[in-house]
């Protein structure tokens, strides 16, 4: 299995909802990300989970929460969110460091109303 | 301050006809360059990975080398599947960390 799988493909949620995005990997890798895309814009990285454990979140803010239960899947849990929040995130995971190359998913299309 | 930079901004060609993407960094501690491959709505498709200069790898009509300052993605006798962006990215020193350029919107007419 060579993939990361994001769920759900497409998402509309108000301000005041809270969601989670859910991404899993089956190819043993050790690390893995978030980012966030605009569009005509190159993926910005939120957080990194290296052996399950949080090593860097870039700033992000506190409505955006990540998870790692296990070394196969990361959460994205949403809150409050504002419109300019609306973007696809990209989960992707790497054998250690990027050095040898991120496995995207396919992405969640998040629009908040 | 550790910088990439990729042109042109997009590239309109006709079928067959090569071309090459440039993609120019200033980074301290280069680890390594990546090349990806992003369709519209969809996440960036890993190409390849260069690690020193001189180096080159090939896929399919893709073509990528590396010197120390830039990298070029060469594509010869491209089809309209090939059309895409281009994110060129690096990683510097035992980080985690890509820089990532705005991209090549590549666009190839039938």
């Known amino acids: 299995d060579t993939e990361v799988t994001q769920t759900p493909k497409h998402l509309v949620m108000g301000m005041t909802n809270k969601k989670s995005l859910k991404c899993e990997q089956h190819?043993?890798?050790?690390?893995m990300y978030w980012y966030k895309q605009k569009a005509k814009k190159p993926p910005e990285l939120m957080f990194v989970?290296?052996?399950?454990?949080?090593?860097i979140n870039e700033s992000v803010p506190s409505r955006f929460s990540p998870e790692c239960p296990n070394s196969s899947l990361l959460n994205l849990h949403l809150h409050a969110l504002q419109p300019e929040d609306s973007a696809l995130y990209l989960c992707?995971?790497?054998?250690?460091?990027?050095?040898?190359?991120?496995?995207f998913g396919s992405g969640t299309r998040l629009t908040v109303v | 301050e550790d910088q990439v930079t990729q042109s042109p901004e997009a590239l309109r060609l006709q079928e067959g006809e090569s071309s090459s993407l440039n993609c120019s960094y200033t980074?301290?501690?280069?680890?390594?360059l990546f090349w990806y491959r992003q369709d519209p709505g969809k996440g960036p498709e890993f190409l390849f990975t260069?690690?020193?200069?001189?180096e080159e790898k090939e896929k399919e009509r893709l073509k990528a080398t590396l010197t120390k300052k830039e990298s070029f993605l060469h594509i010869t006798a491209p089809k309209p599947e090939d059309s895409a962006t281009y994110l060129c990215?690096?990683?510097?020193?035992?980080?985690?960390?890509?820089?990532w350029g705005a991209g090549t919107k590549l666009i190839i007419k039938p």
């Open positions: 990215a690096v990683s510097r020193d035992s980080n985690y960390q890509l820089i």
């Open positions: 989970y290296s052996y399950e454990k949080l090593s």
């Open positions: 980074v301290s501690g280069l680890r390594g």
């Open positions: 190819m043993g890798h050790r690390a």
């Open positions: 260069l690690y020193s200069a001189g």
């Open positions: 992707a995971s790497s054998r250690g460091t990027p050095n040898y190359g991120y496995t």
